[in-house]
């Protein structure tokens, strides 16, 4: 069984640029969660979608956007991209909103900004 | 203001003993706790959670334990093996606030679980 996959990997961006990550869950799972994990911290809530609708968000900037597919993947939209974007972002999916499924993360896509 | 602090950044624990990971909140409203585990190049990986109506759970060799009038939650790992060694996030949810999809992170904890 696939796990969550995010693609790419890594990713290397100028400042003032836009960058797009995408994430497919787990087979079945609805909903798709993304963090941002910068250097020394943990992660931090940035979306929610569960059935293709904004569940939740967190306190990012309006640079930030993001949308679940039909198939329930997803992809995270960041525009203007500034240094403190540089990051580890990650992804997780779940059967559905709640927390009693758990989440399930991949292993992120590394953005850096120069 | 961190809602989830875990005060020790490092933690070092020889292998067979007991290993105890600390995690401090300060929301009363968060009312399920788990704990991530997370090795370098990997996605966070969920260990154990538990809801606020429990004090203990309990799962093979980790337990947590919740103390709700000290918002204090610790995770066990006994014994501690070397594959142990990672670094451990608490995370908290204020489920029934609507914010089921928000998890809240506490810094992190490297453990070491010496041979």
């Known amino acids: 069984d696939a796990g969550v996959t995010q693609s790419p990997t890594h990713l290397i961006k100028t400042r003032g640029q836009q960058v797009t990550l995408r994430c497919s869950p787990i087979?079945?799972?609805?909903?798709v969660s993304w963090y941002q994990q910068v250097l020394g911290q943990g992660p931090q809530f940035i979306f929610q979608y569960y059935e293709k609708e904004e569940r939740g968000r967190g306190n990012f900037p309006d640079r930030f956007s993001a949308r679940q597919f039909p198939n329930y993947s997803s992809e995270l939209n960041v525009n203007a991209l500034l240094l403190g974007d540089s990051a580890l972002y990650l992804c997780a999916s779940s059967l559905a909103g709640g927390m009693n499924y758990g989440y399930t993360f991949g292993s992120g896509t590394r953005l850096t900004v120069v | 203001d961190q809602q989830v602090k875990q005060n020790s950044p490092s933690l070092s624990v020889q292998e067979g003993r007991i290993s105890i990971l600390n995690c401090d909140y300060t929301?009363?409203?968060?009312?399920?706790f788990l704990w991530y585990k997370k090795y370098p190049a990997e996605g966070p990986t969920f260990l154990i959670s538990i809801s606020s109506i429990k004090d203990k759970n309990e799962d093979g060799r980790f337990t947590v334990f919740l103390n709700k009038s000290a918002k204090h939650l610790s995770l066990h790992i006994v014994p501690s093996q070397p594959g142990d060694s990672a670094v451990y996030f608490c995370a908290a949810s204020d489920r029934l606030g609507g914010s089921q999809g928000n998890l809240i992170f506490g810094k992190g904890t490297k453990l070491s679980v010496k041979p």
């Open positions: 087979s079945g799972h609805k909903s």
């Open positions: 929301n009363s409203m968060f009312d399920y």
